[in-house]
């Protein structure tokens, strides 16, 4: 039903910054609760941030806090992940993620409680 799909990923130096994009279909964008998730090479898939429906609340792993900043634009059907002072450590395949039922005021960080994933976009950090 809701398909998602990642932009602005590439290859970057340390300390460099980059703007991800999601660009979600259907008329009930405004409706869900919206994560970014990321997985490393060799590694599982992890938490990195969330925003709520309509009310601004978000929700930071906390090896993002104060570098990555979560936005939306519900006229746009579009969440975004502002990434600055970009480490090595931030390298992964980024996906963006939605939560139908958006239950609770703050966003989930459980990725069980996500419904629609985009393909996922890379980001790759040298140095």
């Known amino acids: 039903q809701v398909q998602l799909v990642e932009s602005g990923g590439g290859l970057v130096q340390a300390g460099d910054s980059l703007r991800l994009s999601c660009a979600a279909s259907?008329?009930?964008?405004?409706?869900?609760?919206m994560g970014w998730f990321r997985q490393a090479p060799g590694k599982e898939r992890e938490f990195v941030a969330a925003i709520s429906r309509r009310d601004g609340i978000t929700n930071y792993a906390d090896s993002v806090k104060g570098r990555l900043t979560i936005s939306r634009d519900n006229a746009k059907n579009t969440v975004y992940l502002q990434m600055n002072s970009l480490k090595p450590e931030d390298t992964a395949v980024y996906y963006c993620?939605?939560?139908?039922?958006?239950?609770?005021?703050?966003?989930?960080?459980?990725?069980?409680?996500?419904?629609?994933w985009g393909q996922g976009t890379q980001v790759t950090v040298s140095s």
């Open positions: 259907g008329r009930t964008f405004s409706s869900y609760h």
């Open positions: 993620a939605a939560d139908r039922r958006a239950v609770w005021r703050t966003p989930s960080r459980t990725e069980n409680d996500y419904d629609y």
